[in-house]
């Protein structure tokens, strides 16, 4: 089982067992705990490396 939990102004947190996939279905090397980016910034795409911060707002809660 994974979470994914939407960090406020910031990336989304993955962990648990989980597989990720690039465009072409290949699976990429991951740990038991990822940062994935929502911001676009990040030079290690789909991976976050800080670059949001000051840079990208957002605030996700349930309804």
Sequence with gaps: MSDIKVLDNGPLLVTGEFTLLDGEG????????VHLCRCGLSSNKPYCNGAHKGQF??????K
Aim: hydrophobic share 35%; net charge neutral; aromatic share 0%.
């Design 26 to 33: 290949n699976p990429m090397e991951t740990k038991a705990q």
């Design 57 to 62: 707002e957002s605030v996700v809660r349930a």
